[in-house]
Nanobody
Framework: HSQLVESGGGLVQAGGSLKLSCTTS????????IAWFRQAPGKEREGVSC????????NYADSAKGRFTISRDNTKRTAYLQMDSLEPDDTAIYYC???????????????????WGQGTQVTVSS
């Protein structure tokens, strides 16, 4: 039974920071990239960032470049998304997801996801 559980969401003022965590179970981690997606009200789910199975390579959406940092620690079965300089437009439900490593080049596409977490709310006030 594969499971991904997010934590670390909350309410923060614009300019502040949050660090999201994604704890996994039931998947063989090096065979999966871990991606973060988000979905704001009335908008489609979009890929934010992803990291390769062993953490050597990362990918960021333009909206995340320079502000967000993705990392993972396979010994702890956990991935992270450090979000700095948050803006009200970052308000969304954030989901972590497992993407087969073979599909890493397209890991920000939701169609490539094998497993989803349940999501955690991030709200940025102006």
């Amino acid at each position: 039974h594969s499971q991904l559980v997010e934590s670390g969401g909350g309410l923060v003022q614009a300019g502040g920071s949050l660090k999201l965590s994604c704890t996994t179970s039931g998947i063989t981690l090096p065979y999966y990239a871990i991606a973060w997606f988000r979905q704001a009200p009335g908008k489609e789910r979009e890929g934010v960032s992803c990291i390769s199975g062993r953490g050597e390579t990362t990918n960021y959406a333009d909206s995340a470049k320079g502000r967000f940092t993705i990392s993972r620690d396979n010994t702890k079965r956990t991935a992270y998304l450090q979000m700095d300089s948050l803006e009200p437009d970052d308000t969304a439900i954030y989901y972590c997801a497992a993407v087969p490593q073979l599909l890493f080049s397209t890991c920000l596409l939701s169609s490539q996801v094998s497993y989803w977490g349940q999501g955690t709310q991030v709200t940025v006030s102006s």
